[in-house]
């Protein structure tokens, strides 16, 4: 079983639109939406849920007003300035301490030494992740709930579940859609994968964040392959972009050409190479043969 | 000081566009400007402003160090710490210095003493000025995973300009709400697709969840559909500039050039679109409660 996972660094350079297509192309594979943040694939695949749960990546602070009285001690530990002397008052206070769960990290450290064991501090449910049918195969996705924190622990998740639907169904290749950045989420999406993808564009902040997430990559040690999408926007950046990446040992993969196509496939519900057969859809299905020889070794 | 936070729920969408021409323009028209590049991951503000950098500062983050003459492997530092960055074996604690979020629960609860404070560095702040604006930047050192700590470095640099201009990261997670924690108001860049639409909603509940007054910009305004201009009204929100798929645009950017330097003609969309939003807000409301957030 192999292991593919598509990311950029930049946000927008097209992740989610290649992998929509790559799962048209790859017959039998398992798809896993890593970017639990902003996930979209879900909005050309229509997958049909057979599997939810829920998921908590970590407890959260509460404090009961009844028992505080309003000693300061959780505000005068909490590293995370999540602690407000503004909550509902009690029989002998007018306002007691409250913790802010946008802020709350889930440390405890709070509830450990409240002298009067008024912070409760328990399991918080902060997303969901779902088990899919799609018409290119089973899907696992998830959704992060907004403002929720350890998106990494759902996307180890998301990989997890993905790997073992793989498994049962004898299904030997998991496509893995990333998030944008260098930070946990990504990390989580690339740690002991078998090959990355990154699709960047030529443009001075897609080459920028390509050299960052290629940097990831090999402080990882993971085998990365490079497409640049919407190459004719500036060709000469295009150039560049394939000479520093050919200069650090990588290998570009494709070129895919800039195409309303995508935008109108997008619109339609349906992968740019299910839309049209012409055009970037010839660029995407040319990558994806050179990718699947990577994934498989023969290159 | 008004402080406008950049956002937006999907990448791509052209948020430090929209940042560091709000903030040339704005600067141009008279107004003092600071502008900080909160997307720590990946920070591309500095490609367009090109800003002299005048000082560069470590960001470095708690974690705990441990004297093992004094540990008595006890076992409450690993119990405290809900990371798994700290876990005691028979011996003393092995430390994983990359879990850790610093809440200091470890060194607290020690019985004995025997855990200290210690930093470590986990990226870099660095500030200058790029044609009179006031620029910071936060850039979090590759392999890192947490964002947050470099962000409240940056939104700490002291300033008092007419205008704060904050780029914000994409997604509606922690760096986000980071980011745009004490934004006076929130601008949210979208495009009229499908997966555009979907990312806006979420970023819209977030707003929401923060209590922060917004509005959204609408990228590449004739590509796509209108399902993204029927939410915003059924939803009541305002739009307060639409820009063209205009390819000149993409390819000025594509350069790393200002839009307003090199197409002058979209000046008066960044000037409009400050008017906008300067009639939405109570200025200065986002300044006190940041101050009170530290």
């Given at each position: ?42 909005l050309v ?32 530990l ?45 399991e ?26 350890n ?36 990390i ?7 090959l ?75 992968s ?28 | ?16 566009t ?73 011996t ?33 702040l ?32 002291r ?62 305004a ?73």
């Amino acid at each position: 079983m192999k292991e593919l996972t598509v990311i950029s660094g930049k946000g927008g350079t097209g992740k989610t639109s290649v992998v929509a297509s790559f799962a048209a192309l790859a017959a039998g594979s398992v798809l896993a939406d890593c970017d639990v943040d902003a996930a979209d694939l879900y909005l050309v695949l229509e997958p049909k849920i057979i599997r939810q749960e829920n998921f908590s990546g970590g407890k959260r602070a509460r404090i009961d007003h009844n028992l505080c009285t309003a000693c300061g001690k959780c505000k005068e530990l909490c590293r995370f300035d999540a602690i407000f002397f503004d909550g509902e008052g009690n029989e002998r206070l007018q306002k007691t301490f409250r913790v802010d769960p946008v802020a709350c990290e889930g440390c405890g450290v709070c509830a450990w030494f409240c002298p009067e064991k008024a912070i409760i501090f328990a399991e918080a449910v902060n997303g969901q992740w779902y088990v899919s049918e799609t018409r290119h195969g089973p899907m696992v996705y998830a959704k992060l709930g907004i403002a929720e924190e350890n998106s990494g622990k759902l996307v180890t998740t998301v990989r997890q579940e993905a790997k073992k639907i793989a498994e049962q169904r004898g299904l030997n290749t998991i496509i893995v859609d990333g998030s944008p950045g260098i930070g946990c989420p990504v990390i989580a999406s690339i740690t002991a994968t078998n090959l990355v993808l990154a699709v960047t564009e030529p443009t001075v902040s897609g080459l920028h964040d390509l050299k960052r997430v290629a940097d990831l990559t090999s402080h990882f040690n993971i085998p990365t392959l490079v497409c640049i999408n919407k190459w004719d926007l500036n060709r000469d950046i295009a150039d560049e972009i394939e000479r520093q990446v050919t200069d650090n040992g990588l290998v570009v993969a494709g070129r895919i050409r800039y195409d309303k196509a995508v935008t109108e496939a997008q619109i339609r519900g349906l992968s740019v190479v299910e839309y049209t057969k012409d055009g970037c859809a010839e660029d995407i299905k040319k990558l994806w043969r050179n990718v699947l020889d990577h994934l498989q070794g023969l290159v | 000081m008004i402080t406008i936070s950049i956002a937006s729920g999907k990448g791509g969408t052209g948020k430090t566009t929209i940042a560091n021409n709000l903030a040339v323009v704005s600067s141009d028209n008279g107004y003092s400007v600071t502008y900080m590049d909160c997307d720590v991951e990946e920070p591309n503000g500095a490609l367009f402003l090109k800003p002299k950098i005048e000082e560069i500062h470590p960001v470095s983050v708690s974690i705990p160090k441990v004297d093992p003459e004094k540990c008595t492997g006890c076992g409450l530092c690993g119990e405290i710490c809900q990371y798994s960055a700290i876990v005691v074996l028979k011996t003393s604690p092995l430390i994983f210095p990359e879990l850790c979020h610093g809440c200091g629960g470890c060194w607290e609860v020690c019985p004995v003493g025997a855990i200290t404070e210690t930093f470590r560095d986990t990226g870099k702040l660095e500030t200058g000025h790029a044609d009179g604006i006031r620029f910071a930047q936060g850039i979090l050192n590759v392999g890192e995973v947490m964002a947050p700590p470099v962000i409240r470095k940056v939104k700490a640099v002291r300033t008092d300009t007419d205008l704060l201009i904050i780029d914000a990261p994409p997604g509606t997670s922690c760096p986000v709400i980071e980011s745009i924690r004490g934004a006076d108001f929130v601008l949210l860049v979208t495009e009229p697709t499908p997966f555009g639409l979907n990312d806006l909603k979420l970023a819209v509940e977030m707003v929401r969840i923060l209590m922060l007054p917004f509005g959204v910009i609408i990228n590449r305004a004739d590509v796509g559909d209108d399902r993204t201009r029927n939410y915003c009204q059924s939803e009541q929100i305002d739009i307060l500039a639409e820009i063209p798929d205009d390819r000149r645009i993409a390819e000025v950017y594509s350069r790393g050039e200002l839009v307003c330097k090199a197409l002058p003609e979209y000046r008066h969309v960044f000037s409009e679109l400050l008017e906008r939003i300067e009639k939405k807000i109570t200025p200065g409301k986002g300044a006190a409660e940041r101050r009170a957030d530290r």
